[in-house]
């Protein structure tokens, strides 16, 4: 059972990848979806078994690399957190394979994608089933060149090229931090397998790097590089630049890619590893400060984006903020926990804004759309849904994990740790509920009920989504409502032990029981500001002043709009820092002044025109005459003569240098 989860998402995409010419798109279709559907099916049933029966499955198959003290299996660990992450990544990808059957219709390469999907589902479970750092990193590496195909999947497009290799491309520097940390795990512990590394992490934390003449924390190090390869894969502020291209894809790709896959790796990588977080107070704070800023930064710029995937794109980037400052503050069961809930609601948006997307002609400027709840009045009430779950509104699944959060930034304020980072963390989080709610409904406004601005003759081919579509929405619009309800108390609430030991805490770190005590106030401060967000996006739009608005507000003129709708000029500032030196190097250096110039003229041009010049001496040299050939003779031994007369002359005396000038008068 437990091999068959990671192996039927494999086996499906090997199937509709190879035979999808003979067994047709059809057929693709439905052998992936039910490869991945069945992979579902056991998942719950693992969840059932790991979940409550209190056990952990460890499975070693075979060695995979042995050498030296390096010793790798070929191993799966199944504890709560890998039963939980199964179920979020196979449950949304069935999902998404279902409404992709629908959306990719047309599609000639129909094939192709569904296979894609399924590999992307593989590498995922590769990741959060690893039992050691080295397998662990295989998925990882393996989610990464899927988004890379899914990306590009219209090869064709320029957009699509271009976005996939800046996905790919930022990744490469996460990557390279985390496989720097899986250096330094070995050099500490000695091992990559996470029994061993957890288990002695206690005894080695005064472990220290020298480099330079200075000593590193060894666990503070592992942890910062572990956390850069969750910045670039999570969409962290200062590699979150791929994620809004990242929508160059097809819609499906969008919704596995932002709620089940590959953002939430980095995620899973910070909760994985929280026995080592945990013993550095550094990294905790550090984690709370880039978590909070990108929850800030990306509400902020979603409010200015018209395209409607990019609205969602920001809005993800904003609660992997949240996810990951919650894993700063020590609460890794709350930013799981909200990671799940996230999934569905986003998955929700994702397909809903598909849904919107196919019915308009593929159009996903917000500003050419509206009215569509006359036409659409199903995907109205279900990305209505959505957003309320994703500002937190009462009682829906966003609600008892987004809100868990704030309530714990407070307890952490009042207990002083680390004043400052949870302070940033309370004010920058609180604010990002403002920017949340008022970029969730503006979306709404601009879509649904404002006029339409679209060309009259899309009107009448806007049409509602087909049952195949829309029995996934409405799954997930049960999961936005209830799943956060139901399973609150069975995740985080106050003296549960479903996490047994998967996620380790520190006593004075948890604030879960002070946080049911904070006054009622605080408790509807996020809900409060969820209203005001509401409020001002219903002004804005009622009154269509709403850049004058943000000006009034603001009292920053222009200047602070446009670096907002520039998305803070961090695509800018990368390409003139980084991206022009380097190609000016590359062409200018190394390629004018390197490959087309010393190396061209000393080997490929100055070789071939050195041997074209000896041939023709030799050429010259060998004409045929014997007494020429005797002359080269004698001017060859006198050659040797002089050479052994050096000889001579440096160790030798003078009778033998007698002898020589003798033997050399009588040859010449």
Same mark, same amino acid.
């Given at each position: ?14 199937f ?9 798109s059809?057929?693709?279709? &439905?052998?992936?979806t039910?490869?991945?559907?069945l992979?579902a ?6 969840f ?9 499955s ?24 890998t ?20 959306y ?10 569904m ?19 080295l397998q662990?990193?295989?998925g ?5 060149l ?12 320029l957009?699509?090229?271009q ?12 990557d ?34 020298k ?10 190090l ?12 999570s969409?962290?502020l200062?590699?979150?630049?791929w994620l809004?291209?990242?929508m160059?894809?097809?819609?499906p790709v969008?919704?596995l ?6 953002v ?9 590893f929280?026995p ?11 984690? &709370?400060?880039?978590g ?40 890794y069961?709350?930013?799981l ?6 999934a569905?609601f ?9 849904s &919107? ?8 400027d917000?500003?050419?759309?509206g ?5 659409l009045?199903?995907t109205?009430?279900?990305?209505l ?17 987004k ?25 920058l ?11 969730s409904?503006r ?14 003759i ?15 929405l409405?799954?997930?619009?049960i999961?936005?409502?209830f ?5 609150q ?6 003296g ?14 948890s604030?879960? &029981? ?15 500001l ?18 004058y ?15 907002i709708?520039?998305?803070?000029y961090?695509?800018v ?15 200018k ?14 080997i490929?041009?100055?070789l071939?025109?050195l041997v074209?010049?000896w ?5 010259q040299?060998?004409?045929?005459q014997?007494i ?5 003779i004698?001017?060859s ?12 002359v ?16 009588f040859?010449?």
């Amino acid at each position: 059972m437990y091999l068959s989860i990671i192996l039927l998402p494999l086996l499906g995409a090997i199937f509709s990848g190879f035979t999808g010419r003979w067994i047709g798109s059809k057929g693709a279709s &439905v052998l992936t979806t039910v490869c991945v559907g069945l992979a579902a099916i056991l998942s719950g049933l693992v969840f059932l078994e790991i979940g409550f029966s209190g056990i952990i499955s460890h499975i070693i198959l075979k060695v995979w690399i042995e050498s030296g003290t390096l010793k790798v299996h070929w191993g799966l660990l199944f504890d709560t957190i890998t039963s939980v992450m199964l179920i979020v990544i196979t449950w949304i990808s069935t999902l998404v394979h279902l409404y992709s059957i629908t959306y990719m219709k047309t599609d000639p390469h129909r094939p192709r994608f569904m296979s894609y999907l399924s590999i992307f589902t593989f590498f995922m479970l590769i990741l959060v089933t690893a039992d050691n750092l080295l397998q662990m990193f295989l998925g990882w590496e393996g989610v990464g060149l899927a988004s890379y195909l899914l990306i590009n999947f219209w090869y064709t497009r320029l957009a699509a090229n271009q976005s996939a290799i800046k996905a790919l491309v930022v990744n490469r520097i996460g990557d390279f931090g985390l496989s720097l940390g899986i250096f330094c795990v070995f050099w500490i512990f000695q091992s990559l397998d996470y029994s061993n590394i957890f288990s002695i992490i206690p005894f080695l934390d005064t472990q220290y790097f020298k480099f330079m003449g200075l000593e590193y924390h060894g666990l503070s190090l592992i942890g910062f590089f572990l956390f850069i390869g969750a910045v670039g894969k999570s969409a962290q502020l200062g590699l979150h630049t791929w994620l809004p291209d990242a929508m160059e894809g097809p819609t499906p790709v969008s919704a596995l890619i932002h709620a089940a896959t590959m953002v939430t790796a980095g995620v899973f990588l910070m909760i994985r590893f929280s026995p080592l977080l945990e013993f550095s107070s550094f990294l905790l704070s550090l984690l &709370v400060i880039f978590g909070s800023l990108t929850a800030f930064f990306a509400g902020m710029t979603g409010i200015f984006q018209n395209d409607l995937k990019k609205v969602i794109a920001y809005s993800t980037c904003s609660q992997l903020g949240y996810m990951i400052f919650s894993c700063g503050m020590s609460c890794y069961d709350v930013s799981l926990f909200h990671l799940i809930n996230h999934a569905f609601f986003k998955a929700l948006l994702f397909l809903s804004a598909g849904s &919107v997307i196919h019915a308009v002609s593929n159009e996903q400027d917000m500003r050419k759309m509206g009215s569509l709840i006359n036409f659409l009045p199903m995907t109205y009430s279900l990305m209505l849904i959505g957003s309320l779950a994703l500002t937190g509104f009462p009682f829906l699944t966003g609600f008892y994990s987004k809100d868990f959060i704030l309530e714990l930034t407070h307890c952490s304020s009042y207990c002083n740790l680390d004043l400052l980072s949870s302070s940033l963390a309370l004010w920058l989080g609180s604010v990002s509920v403002l920017f949340t709610a008022f970029y969730s409904f503006r979306l709404i406004y601009l879509t649904f009920i404002n006029s339409n601005n679209s060309n009259r003759i899309f009107l009448f081919n806007i049409h509602e989504s087909s049952l195949l579509m829309g029995s996934p929405l409405i799954l997930l619009a049960i999961g936005s409502l209830f799943f956060g309800f139901l399973t609150q108390d069975l995740f985080i609430g106050v003296g549960t032990d479903f996490w047994k030991g998967s996620i380790f805490i520190l006593p004075y770190h948890s604030f879960h &029981v002070e946080a049911e005590y904070l006054p009622i106030t605080i408790k509807w401060l996020p809900f409060l500001l969820s209203c005001l967000g509401i409020c001002l996006s219903s002004i804005a739009n009622i009154t269509y002043i709403y850049k004058y608005i943000l000006l009034k507000a603001f009292q920053l003129s222009f200047f602070l709009l446009h670096l907002i709708n520039k998305k803070w000029y961090f695509d800018v500032l990368y390409n003139r820092f980084f991206v022009y030196p380097a190609l000016n190097f590359g062409y200018k250096v190394s390629f004018k002044a390197l490959d087309r110039g010393f190396i061209e003229l000393a080997i490929p041009f100055g070789l071939s025109n050195l041997v074209l010049k000896w041939s023709k001496l030799i050429f010259q040299i060998q004409n045929g005459q014997i007494i020429h050939y005797i002359f080269y003779i004698i001017i060859s031994v006198c050659v040797f003569s002089l050479v052994i007369a050096i000889k001579y002359v440096l160790f030798l005396n003078s009778i033998h240098l007698i002898i020589f000038y003798f033997s050399l008068v009588f040859f010449i």
